[in-house]
């Protein structure tokens, strides 16, 4: 059989960023996983002795024959680009060439390694300093790849010493590892520390079944997935034209794909912004921007000071992507980066919503058995209508069905029943109608407000109010937020404007005032237009606030309390 790891052409390596960054215990991890990958792995076992500096990496993908293994370990020899052409086109996790090579010149490199279809066995290499094979034998092993790594940094000390201690570097390891893992949900991970078991990971069939492994604390029933078909941004392929080779023209994609893992904004959040993570092709990468673009889309649906959990994985054609902003590959040029951060935020909004798709998997299951075991143990309100162009948007069949304590709409639906709180469902109509439409009306007589500091009235005239002396310590305010117009309590609104924040905050404020106070009551029409309008927002789950906005309770958790599943005859003791 043939090699086919090759030595890049001198002109590919002048456009290389420089080698694989080798520099931590973690890094080699990486490495070594990205080109099990790349050889069709399905099952990744991995082994660290952290004090011993060594690293064992094997995996059942398509192993090498002796031709591959003798190059494998040379600088920029790769099976994976052959001409500058491909680095336009970059399908692999790896394809520098570089990354054996680099451990060479760090570590004792030993392979061992045998083709799925080889019936003759496998080959062990041990390579030298650089990359050059000292020993060759053959060997029994099971179709695949062993790497082993030892005395890591052993001919530089000084690294060593600059390294964080061993528990640090493992959990470095850890989370290098859940990254990938994330990224490829459809791989059986098993991972030694020190000969003992240190935790594995099961495939799932997806990101969001997988995650739950990962953050324990997070449920299944507390996330939300999404997949869609994007069609590539319309110049990409006239750019790709000016860029690579006819024949890697035709190997360019048409269409891209997102999928997005979102937790429930009701249900999940972080102390710290730590689960927004974005991958592209198969690698997680650091991009500021498309993360800003996904913290901007949970805006005004979490408690202050939370943030959102969110895994984001483009799979898009390769001459978007130039791989080489960074030699770990974690930083990336995106071409058309307002486009995809346009997709994202409309993704996002998807998920957030609330609509017959996902309406089965709106079920607060810890809530439910909090309340099931808590019972163990022991009006006229006008309502805007909703415009003819929301008239045409489709809504779920959620029916109002009655009101408790005149607080609580009893909702129900083809799954169950929810309960929602009418003061912030209705907060959070009015808060999206003031976002897309903030207006601002003059009032007359003008509204006289007394002994305001001149912060409070540079606060009002930033959003943009009115406002001019009256006299001596009077102020007079010439126009208001249309939503206050009709409100008895105005003055006290515009004062409440005054103690600070940004235009939003404003908006949010109106809002809670303007909303439908709880201990009112409502009729069933009114009931039933506060549904439909809350429906229609973007972020239905939650009021701007962050505070959740329906309690849900499923069939199948009701029938399980009434046991309706018992035998008639045993039921009754028979």
Partial sequence: MSSTIQALPTEVVYLITAGEVIDSLASVVRELIENSLDAGATRIVVSVWAQQWRVRVADNGCGMNLDDLQQAAFAHSTSKIRSCADLWQIN??????????SLTTLADLEILSRPANSASGGFRVVYGYGGEPVAVEATAIAPGTIVTISNLFGNCSTRRQGLPTSAIQMKAVQASIHQIALCHPHVTWQVWQNDREWFTLSPAATTGK?????????????????????????????????????????????????????????????????????????????????????????????????YPICILHLDISPDQINWNRNPVKTEIYLNELSYWQEQISKAIEQALRIDSVNIKEAVHTTRVSKLIKAAE????????????EEENKPLNSLKAVAQVSNTYIIVEHQNGMWLVEQHIAHERVLYEQLCDNWQLVTVEPAIILYQLS????SQLQRINIEIEPFGEELWAVRNIPALLQQRDDCAEAILELSWGGDLQTAQVAVACRSAIRNGTPLTLPEMQTLLDDWQRTRNPRTCPHGRPIYLSLEESDLA???????????????
């Fill in 560 to 574: 399980r309390f009434f046991r309706r599943n018992w035998v008639i005859g045993k039921s009754h003791g028979i």
């Fill in 454 to 457: 001149s912060a409070q009235v």
């Fill in 92 to 101: 692999s996790l790896g394809f520098r060439g570089e990354a054996l090579h």
């Fill in 377 to 388: 143990e022991k009006g006229g309100y006008h309502v805007k209508r909703p415009n003819s």
């Fill in 210 to 306: 997988l995650l739950p492994q990962i953050l324990h604390q997070v449920k299944q029933g507390d996330l939300q997935e999404l997949k869609l078909e994007l069609p590539n941004p319309p110049n990409s392929c006239k750019d790709a034209i000016n860029r690579v080779s006819t024949n890697a023209i035709n190997r360019v994609s048409t269409n891209s794909s997102l999928s997005l893992v979102i937790g429930l904004p009701d249900r999940c959040h972080r102390h710290r912004p730590d689960w927004v993570r974005v991958a592209i092709n198969g690698r997680m990468v650091k991009s500021p921007e498309l993360e800003q673009t996904i913290f901007a889309g949970f805006h005004r649906t979490l408690p202050r000071d939370r």
